[in-house]
C-alpha cells in the first residue's frame, strides 16, 4: 500500500482518528492540537485584557471595540488561524512564542492594540500560558463529554435496575449457584458504585498558576513591585473559572490532574466489571441481543450474535486507564523546578479521553442491544432447590435445633436436590406448624430478600 501524505480514516495510525474517529469528535475541539492553540490564545488574551484593566502607566484600558476585537479573536478562532501558528513555529521552533506572535501580526493593523503589543504575554512563562490551556482544556473536556457520556450509561443502568427490580436471578459466588437476587438489583448495585465515581469526577478542583518562571513573580515585580501579583494573577484565572495554585515551581504540580485521572479510572474500572458480568450473563442465556440486519457475527459459524460491544468497551477501558494511570503517575513528577517530560506526555491527553470514549460508547450500544430471557433465569432457578438451605438452617438456628448447618450440608452440599426431597426434610423438622409451613412455602425465585426494594429505592 503506498503512503499517503493526508490522513484518511483507512491510513490513521491510532484508530482514534481511523475506525473510532465519530465517537471523540466531541474532543477534538477541545483537545487536539487546534483546541491546544485555540485555548492557548483564549489564555494571552485574558492576561493582556487583565493587565489593561490593571492600573498601568504605560497600558491605558483598552476602547470597548479593542475588547470586541481581542475577544472576537478567541470567538472566532480556526484551523485556518492555527495553521498560521504553525506556519510560525516552523520558524521559532517554539509553540507558544508562535501564538504571541500570531497575535501580534492580528492586531498589527490596530493602532491601539498594536501599542499594546508587548504587554502580550508580558512577564509569562510558557508553562503559565500551557498549564492554564490544560486546565481550561481538561475542565471543558470532563463537564461538556466525559460527564455526559456517564450520566447517560448511568441514565440506561438506572432504567434497566428499576425495569428489572422483581426478575428473580440465582446468584453465583465463585462462579457457583448462591442466595438468589433480582436482575435489576445487581444492576443496581453498579449504579450506586458509578454515581459515587461520577461524583468523585466531578468534585475535583482544577488547578491554574501564571506566576513566572519559577513561580515567584521574579520579572512580575522587576516591572511593576507595587502591583500585587498573587492577587491579580488569582483574579484573572477567576475570569476563566479557574482556581490559583499560589506554591508552584515553573509548572503547575498536576496533583489535581492526577486526581482526575485516578478519579476516571476509577469510574472506568466499574464500567470494565459491568462490562465482563453482562458478557457472562449473555453467555448464561440470561440475555439476549437484538439483531442488526446484515451483521455477522462469525465468518465461519453464521449462528453467532457475539457480545462485541461488551468486548469492545472492555478492551478500551484497558487502553484508557493505561494512559490515564500513566498520566497519573508521571505528571506529579518533575526534576527541579522543571523538565521536559510532562510536555510531551499531556500531548496524550485527548488519546487518553478518546479510548474512554470510545468505551462508553460500545457500552452504551450494548446495553441497548439486550433483552432480557426470563425464561433462562427462571428455568436455573427452577433447578436449584438448593439455594433454600441458607433460610432453612437459618430458622433451625433461631428454634436452636441440632446441628442446622452441618444437617442442610450433608443434604446438599455438591448435590442436586428437589423441591419434593426438601418438602421432606423440613416436614421432619421440629419447628412450629405455622413455621414449617412459611418455609414450605418458599421457591428459589421468591427467595430474594430486598432484592426488588432495594433496586427499586437506587
Not at 446468584?171 to 437476587?181: S, V, Y
Not at 520579572?219 to 506554591?247: D, M, R
Not at 487502553?319 to 526534576?335: D, T, V
Not at 442446622?404 to 423441591?419: D, H, M, V, W
Amino acid at each position: 500500500m503506498q503512503s499517503n501524505p493526508g490522513i484518511t480514516l483507512l491510513n490513521a495510525l491510532s484508530p482514534l482518528d481511523g475506525r473510532y474517529a465519530s465517537r471523540c469528535d466531541g474532543l477534538r475541539p477541545l483537545l487536539s492540537e487546534g483546541g491546544f492553540m485555540a485555548h492557548r490564545v483564549e489564555v494571552e488574551i485574558a492576561w493582556l485584557l487583565g493587565l489593561s484593566e490593571a492600573g498601568l502607566s504605560e497600558l491605558t484600558p483598552f476602547s470597548e471595540a479593542s475588547k470586541a476585537r481581542l475577544n472576537a479573536l478567541v470567538s472566532n478562532f480556526s484551523e485556518t488561524d492555527a495553521q498560521r501558528i504553525k506556519d510560525i513555529e516552523r520558524v521559532t521552533n517554539h509553540d507558544v512564542k508562535a501564538v504571541e506572535y500570531w497575535l501580534k501580526e492580528k492586531v498589527a493593523d490596530s493602532p491601539e492594540l498594536a501599542r499594546a503589543g508587548e504587554f502580550i504575554h508580558f512577564a509569562c512563562t510558557s508553562e503559565d500560558i500551557n498549564n492554564t490551556s490544560h486546565a481550561l482544556m481538561l475542565t471543558r473536556a470532563r463537564d461538556q463529554v466525559i460527564l455526559p457520556a456517564l450520566r447517560q450509561l448511568l441514565t440506561a443502568l438506572t432504567q434497566i435496575a428499576h425495569d428489572q427490580a422483581n426478575q428473580p436471578m440465582l446468584a453465583r459466588t465463585h462462579g457457583q449457584p448462591a442466595t438468589p437476587t433480582t436482575l435489576g438489583k445487581e444492576f443496581a448495585n453498579v449504579v450506586a458504585r458509578l454515581k459515587d465515581a461520577i461524583a468523585n469526577i466531578e468534585h475535583v478542583v482544577p488547578l491554574a498558576k501564571m506566576n513566572g518562571a519559577t513561580g515567584n513573580y521574579n520579572a512580575h515585580l522587576s516591572a511593576y513591585p507595587e502591583i500585587n501579583w498573587p492577587e491579580f494573577s488569582a483574579g484573572v484565572l477567576a475570569c476563566l473559572g479557574l482556581k490559583q495554585n499560589p506554591h508552584t515551581i515553573q509548572i503547575e504540580p498536576h496533583d489535581w490532574m492526577a486526581a482526575l485521572f485516578d478519579s476516571l479510572s476509577r469510574a472506568n474500572t466499574i464500567l470494565l466489571d459491568l462490562n465482563r458480568d453482562v458478557w457472562g450473563y449473555i453467555s448464561l442465556g440470561y440475555f439476549k441481543q437484538r439483531l442488526k440486519e446484515g451483521e455477522v457475527g462469525s465468518s465461519t459459524m453464521p449462528h453467532k450474535v457475539n457480545p462485541i460491544d461488551f468486548e469492545n468497551s472492555e478492551g478500551n477501558l484497558g487502553l484508557a486507564n493505561a494512559m490515564l494511570r500513566h498520566l497519573s503517575e508521571k505528571l506529579p513528577i518533575s526534576r527541579w523546578q522543571r523538565d521536559l517530560t510532562d510536555s510531551t506526555v499531556l500531548r496524550n491527553l485527548g488519546v487518553a479521553l478518546g479510548y474512554c470514549m470510545v468505551a462508553y460508547d460500545a457500552c452504551s450500544r450494548g446495553l441497548g442491544k439486550l433483552e432480557v430471557n426470563a425464561a433462562a433465569m427462571n428455568e436455573d432457578l427452577d433447578n436449584c432447590w438448593e439455594v433454600l438451605a441458607e433460610p432453612i438452617q437459618t430458622v433451625m438456628r433461631r428454634y436452636g435445633l441440632p446441628q442446622p448447618y452441618e444437617q442442610l450440608k450433608a443434604l446438599t452440599r455438591g448435590k442436586g436436590i428437589t423441591q419434593e426431597a426438601l418438602a421432606g426434610f423440613i416436614a421432619g423438622l421440629d419447628l412450629p406448624n405455622d413455621v414449617k409451613q412459611r418455609l414450605s412455602k418458599l421457591t428459589p425465585r421468591s427467595y430474594i430478600g430486598l432484592a426488588d426494594q432495594l433496586a427499586k429505592d437506587i
